[in-house]
Each structure stands twice: as structure tokens, then as C-alpha cells.
């Protein structure tokens, strides 16, 4: 038995007692995909609203700490490994070259200038290329202009880009479209001052480990804007992220797996190590560990740190979804 194996085989016992339990209530919620993709969709964004009005300073801190590594290894899997553009060597090491450069401290022009191959390389001339590098030139403009203001605004943007992709990435009945308008909704609810009531209270808001009040997040995130205003945003960019993450770590796999039932975790360590190769995957499994460990001792400074190593896959995104657009989804 491999060391995998040994560690995950108890934990998938686990799992089957539990479900084993709950079978009455969640099998018809469970079994079909389609029906599981959308109650989980509708339940990450209830509960990440709930969160955020909760306990938002935790889920800011905690959330990249925990979840950043596993959800970036997600966003590489199903846009670059399993559509096979990782084979393509000219657009690897083009289009690559820029996003490495930005977790080593790039600014946003850089990290834009992936979307240039991604679009050019072994793709028909068309007027939808013509749009793509409109765009590319505009946003690009923008972050020569004022890169902070740029980084910033990109920052809070990204996270609604994990829906569009998720949205892209496989046929979608309508009734799923309950899951980005509810996420608008959250986003509105917020800014009409839903939860502003507890903004007297979150001002003063700290916690064990991270050295910063949620004021100091709103002083970070946001910037030179009016108090409320900044404060909302701050709410929102935290309901938001709480959405990316699972977006990444339950729609799109439960989405993009080849049979419709949940896998096992061991079953989910073969295909990780399928797609990834063991090299690499370990190395991930290091990662994650190693920042959460980091974490432990200094949390400000560990979410820091994965904020810089991430800063590349919001441009891989925008790359992605600009080669959809002109080339066509998943090549």
C-alpha cells in the first residue's frame, strides 16, 4: 500500500459512514451531478455571505492561508493541464514567461502581456482577434497609467471571473443560472448596506494571529475612499473570494469529472497524480503545507506571501478566457 493510500484510506472510511448516515436526507441532493453542481453553488454563496457578515477578518486572513494553494492547483488543472496547452511549447514559454514573472514581483503590464500569445499562437485571423488585442491594448493602457490603481481594481475584479469561467467551461442548464445571480445579489445586498450594521462593530474587529484590525484591511484593500464605501468594498471582495475559492474547489471539479459520481479521496489523489505527475504533486502538497505552517507562526506575513506567489493567476484567466473567446473553449 502506498503512503497515499494509508493516509487517505481511513478518511475515505470516514466519509462512507458519514454518508452512509445521511443517505436518507442527501441522496437525492447527492446523486445526480447536475443536481449536486447546483445545490452546492447556491449553498457557497448563502454560507459565504453568512461568513462574511460573521466573521469577516477570518475569512480574509484564513481563507488564502488555507485554501489559496489547492485552489490555484485547480485553476492550472483545468485550464492549462486538461485542455493540454502545457503541450503546446510555444505558447508554454510564451505566454508563461509573463505569468511566472509576476509571482517574482512583475507588475501588471506584464502579467498582461500573456494574453498576447494566447491569443496569437496557432490562432485564424478574425475580427474576434481584433477585439481580444483592443481589449488587451486598453487594459494594458490602464495599468501603464496607474499600476497601484490598476492592481487594485484587478484585484477586486478577479474573483467574479472564477463564475464566468466556471459558467464557460461546460453546457449549462438554466436552472444554474441561480448561482451567479444570486452571487450579483450578495454583491448588491452589500452595497445597499445590508450588512452595514455591523461595521461599528468590525472597525475594531481583531483576531488571534493576524496582527491587523479590519480597519487595516479596509486601509489596504481600499485605498483613499470613503470610509462606508471602502468598508462595503472590503465585505464584498470578501464574500467574493469566498465565492472563487469555491468555485475552484467544488463547481469546477465536480463539473469537469469524467463520471458523475463523487469520487473518493483516494480517487481524487490518482487523478491529481495523473494529471500532475507524483513530482509535482508532492510539491503542492509541500506548498500548501509549508504556507499554512507559515501561517501558524505569522499569519500576516504568510498570507502575504501567498498573495505574492497567486499574483499570477488572475492574468491566467484573463488569458484563458481571451483565447476562448477567439479561438474557441477548451483549445
Same mark, same amino acid.
Given at each position: 500500500?502506498?503512503?497515499?493510500?494509508?493516509?487517505?484510506?481511513?478518511?475515505?472510511?470516514?466519509?462512507?459512514?458519514?454518508?452512509?448516515?445521511?443517505?436518507? *436526507?442527501?441522496?437525492?441532493?447527492?446523486?445526480?451531478?447536475?443536481?449536486?453542481?447546483?445545490? !452546492?453553488?447556491?449553498?457557497?454563496?448563502?454560507?459565504?455571505?453568512?461568513?462574511?457578515?460573521?466573521?469577516?477578518?477570518?475569512?480574509?486572513?484564513?481563507?488564502?492561508?488555507?485554501?489559496?494553494?489547492?485552489?490555484?492547483?485547480?485553476?492550472? =488543472?483545468?485550464?492549462?493541464?486538461?485542455?493540454?496547452?502545457?503541450?503546446?511549447?510555444?505558447?508554454?514559454?510564451?505566454?508563461?514567461?509573463? !505569468? !511566472?514573472?509576476?509571482?517574482?514581483?512583475?507588475?501588471?503590464?506584464?502579467?498582461?502581456?500573456?494574453?498576447?500569445?494566447?491569443?496569437?499562437?496557432?490562432?485564424?485571423?478574425?475580427?474576434?482577434?481584433?477585439?481580444?488585442?483592443?481589449?488587451?491594448?486598453?487594459?494594458? &493602457? &490602464?495599468?501603464?497609467?496607474?499600476?497601484?490603481?490598476?492592481?487594485?481594481?484587478?484585484?477586486?475584479?478577479?474573483?467574479?471571473?472564477?463564475?464566468?469561467? *466556471?459558467?464557460?467551461?461546460?453546457?449549462?442548464?438554466?436552472?444554474?443560472?441561480?448561482?451567479?445571480?444570486?452571487?450579483?445579489?450578495?454583491?448588491?445586498?452589500?452595497?445597499?448596506?445590508?450588512?452595514?450594521?455591523?461595521?461599528?462593530?468590525? $472597525?475594531?474587529?481583531?483576531?488571534?494571529?493576524?496582527?491587523?484590525?479590519?480597519?487595516?484591511?479596509?486601509?489596504?484593500?481600499?485605498?483613499?475612499?470613503?470610509?462606508?464605501?471602502?468598508?462595503?468594498?472590503? !465585505?464584498?471582495?470578501?464574500?467574493?473570494?469566498?465565492?472563487?475559492?469555491?468555485?475552484?474547489?467544488?463547481?469546477?471539479?465536480?463539473?469537469? =469529472?469524467?463520471?458523475?459520481?463523487?469520487?473518493?479521496?483516494?480517487?481524487?489523489?490518482?487523478?491529481?497524480?495523473?494529471?500532475? $505527475? =507524483?513530482?509535482?504533486?508532492?510539491?503542492?502538497?509541500?506548498?500548501?503545507?509549508?504556507? &499554512?505552517?507559515?501561517?501558524?507562526?505569522?499569519?500576516?506575513?504568510?498570507?502575504?506571501?501567498?498573495?505574492?506567489?497567486?499574483?499570477?493567476?488572475?492574468?491566467?484567466?484573463?488569458?484563458?478566457?481571451?483565447? *476562448?473567446?477567439?479561438?474557441?473553449?477548451?483549445?
Amino acid at each position: 500500500m502506498s503512503v497515499s493510500d494509508a493516509l487517505l484510506t481511513p478518511v475515505d472510511v470516514l466519509r462512507a459512514g458519514v454518508l452512509r448516515v445521511l443517505a436518507p *436526507w442527501l441522496s437525492p441532493l447527492y446523486a445526480d451531478r447536475r443536481r449536486r453542481v447546483w445545490w !452546492l453553488g447556491v449553498f457557497s454563496v448563502v454560507s459565504a455571505f453568512v461568513v462574511t457578515g460573521l466573521v469577516p477578518l477570518w475569512s480574509l486572513a484564513l481563507g488564502p492561508v488555507l485554501l489559496g494553494v489547492p485552489h490555484l492547483v485547480s485553476d492550472v =488543472r483545468y485550464l492549462v493541464v486538461r485542455p493540454g496547452l502545457h503541450l503546446r511549447h510555444a505558447l508554454l514559454v510564451l505566454a508563461g514567461g509573463p !505569468l !511566472l514573472a509576476t509571482s517574482f514581483g512583475a507588475g501588471p503590464v506584464v502579467g498582461l502581456a500573456s494574453v498576447v500569445p494566447a491569443v496569437l499562437v496557432a490562432t485564424p485571423r478574425s475580427w474576434k482577434l481584433v477585439l481580444a488585442l483592443g481589449g488587451w491594448a486598453a487594459l494594458t &493602457a &490602464a495599468a501603464w497609467l496607474d499600476p497601484w490603481a490598476f492592481q487594485l481594481g484587478f484585484l477586486h475584479a478577479h474573483n467574479l471571473v472564477a463564475v464566468l469561467v *466556471w459558467w464557460l467551461l461546460s453546457p449549462r442548464a438554466a436552472s444554474m443560472a441561480w448561482i451567479p445571480a444570486l452571487t450579483l445579489v450578495g454583491v448588491a445586498a452589500i452595497f445597499a448596506g445590508a450588512l452595514d450594521p455591523l461595521l461599528t462593530v468590525a $472597525g475594531g474587529w481583531s483576531a488571534p494571529w493576524t496582527g491587523a484590525s479590519f480597519t487595516e484591511f479596509v486601509e489596504t484593500i481600499t485605498p483613499a475612499l470613503e470610509p462606508t464605501l471602502a468598508a462595503r468594498l472590503v !465585505l464584498s471582495f470578501c464574500f467574493l473570494q469566498s465565492v472563487h475559492y469555491a468555485v475552484w474547489l467544488r463547481l469546477v471539479p465536480d463539473d469537469e =469529472r469524467p463520471r458523475p459520481a463523487p469520487r473518493t479521496f483516494r480517487s481524487t489523489w490518482a487523478a491529481l497524480e495523473h494529471d500532475f $505527475g =507524483r513530482g509535482p504533486l508532492l510539491a503542492f502538497v509541500a506548498l500548501a503545507l509549508g504556507i &499554512a505552517g507559515w501561517g501558524l507562526v505569522n499569519l500576516p506575513g504568510a498570507r502575504l506571501g501567498y498573495l505574492h506567489l497567486a499574483a499570477f493567476h488572475g492574468y491566467l484567466e484573463l488569458a484563458v478566457l481571451a483565447r *476562448w473567446f477567439v479561438h474557441g473553449r477548451r483549445t
